[in-house]
Structure formats: structure tokens, C-alpha cells
């Protein structure tokens, strides 16, 4: 399995020991570099294949083909505000342009939560990892279109599908087996009310009837002597009581 590029795996070390105050010096740093396609790339309006889905910041990815065989990506945020799509986009280029596309396309999404923490806003978080997703769907689609002598070797995961494009990827990741696993146990054990089994409750036993002389409603006590064999009424109704 190819690992990640030796930029964005030092990258990511450094950020994973950052406080919170370094962390933010060290994005502005990056943001502040930032630099927008250029116009022999694409112009505005630009196309909306290229745009980033759920980003709060409508950030935009290309790949541009270089002669080497690798990817020179180039990245637009219509936002003024956005800081951190900058910042990341920044951190995308110059740690995965002109890297080998299986490296490029072993990029795992949630190393944004590394360089951001654990405390990124849920939409910021979805656009960070759109634009990371972008970028290696890129690489991937340039290792199916390669000739089949460069092509990687292809995924022996039973799992592959049209996500990882035949390519091993985060998806096969440890962490998205366990999210896989989970997600399958729990439908077992919580299936849905068309797919769950009709009850078998246990055959009802036959009603047996009361003994006379076993039930308490029916127990009276012994006449007293000098009354009738019925006793008198006060005796009758501490019976029936009793």
C-alpha cells in the first residue's frame, strides 16, 4: 500500500504538536500565501464541475497535467473570508503537486482534522474535506485513464466500489473498515420494521378451572352451634368477606 507524501506526513506531525495559538499563526501563514488560478487555467464564470460541494467558502479545484506524469493543482475561493479553504488549498498544492498519483490518491479526508483540531465547525469541516476528496478523485481518474503498464496494482479489497476507482484509498482505511463494521452491526440488531421477523410468541395455555374449595370468594366458615345450617346473616357476610 503506497503512504501518503513525505510533505504532508511532516505536514501533519508538526500540526499534531501544535497549541492552538501556533496552529492559527501557522494557517495565516499559509492563507496569506495563497495564490488564484490563473486565467490560462480557467476564468469566471467558472464551471461547476469544478466546484466543491458543500463548501462554505465556494472553493473551486483543476489538475493540470504536467509532463512528467503528476498533477499541478490549482484551487479558487470566491469567499474573501474564507481563511481556511485558502489555507487549505495552500497546504494542498504544495505538498501534493508533482507527487506521484498513487501517493496523491492516498490522501486520507481526515487529516483535516489534524491541521484544524478536533473543534472545526461540522460545515467548515465538510467543505475542507470536499476540497481534499476533489483532489484525489483527480488522481484517481488519471490513474484509470494511464496505460495499463503504469497503472497501480489494483485493489484486492473485497469491498472496492467506483469511490476508490479500483485504486487501494482512505476509504479502505482502518478507520472506514470500523465505520463499515459498525454501521452493519447495527443494522442487525436495529433492522428496519420491513425487514424484522414477525414475533413468535409461545401457544396460550388452556384457562384451567378453579377448585370449589381452593377459590377465596367461595370459602365459608363452619355453622356455629344454635344457628342454622346457613348461619345468620351477620355470620354470612363475614363469610363472604372472610
Not at 499534531?16 to 487555467?41: G, H, K, N, T
Not at 495499463?148 to 478507520?175: D, I, K, M, Q
Not at 443494522?187 to 370449589?212: D, G, I, N, S, V
Request: net charge positive; aromatic share 8%; glycine share 6%.
Amino acid at each position: 500500500m503506497t503512504d501518503m507524501p513525505e510533505g504532508l506526513k511532516t505536514l501533519l506531525e508538526d500540526f499534531q504538536f501544535a497549541d492552538r495559538s501556533e496552529r492559527i499563526d501557522m494557517l495565516i501563514e499559509y492563507a496569506d500565501r495563497f495564490q488564484e488560478v490563473p486565467e490560462r487555467i480557467a476564468t469566471r464564470p467558472f464551471p461547476e464541475e469544478h466546484h466543491v460541494q458543500k463548501c462554505e467558502s465556494e472553493a473551486y479545484v483543476w489538475a493540470e497535467d504536467l509532463p512528467d506524469g503528476t498533477l499541478k493543482f490549482h484551487f479558487a475561493v470566491e469567499n474573501p473570508q474564507g481563511l481556511s479553504a485558502k489555507a487549505w488549498a495552500v497546504i494542498m498544492d504544495e505538498t501534493l503537486s508533482g507527487q506521484p498519483l498513487e501517493a496523491v490518491a492516498e490522501t486520507p479526508g481526515d487529516s483535516v482534522f489534524t491541521v484544524f483540531g478536533k473543534d472545526v465547525s461540522m460545515g467548515k469541516g465538510m467543505g475542507l474535506m470536499g476540497i481534499t476528496d476533489l483532489v484525489t478523485t483527480y488522481a484517481r481518474q488519471r490513474l484509470k485513464s494511464a496505460p495499463a503498464g503504469l497503472r497501480p496494482a489494483p485493489c484486492n479489497n473485497p469491498l472496492t466500489c467506483e469511490r476508490c476507482g479500483g485504486v487501494r484509498s482512505s476509504f479502505h482505511s482502518a478507520r472506514g473498515r470500523w465505520l463499515r463494521a459498525a454501521a452493519e452491526t447495527t443494522a442487525r440488531r436495529h433492522p428496519h420494521p420491513c425487514q424484522r421477523r414477525p414475533a413468535r410468541l409461545p401457544p396460550r395455555l388452556p384457562r384451567q378451572p378453579r377448585h370449589p374449595l381452593r377459590c377465596p370468594r367461595r370459602r365459608q366458615r363452619p355453622p356455629t352451634r344454635g344457628s342454622s345450617p346457613s348461619g345468620s346473616r351477620s355470620t354470612r357476610r363475614r363469610a363472604w368477606a372472610w
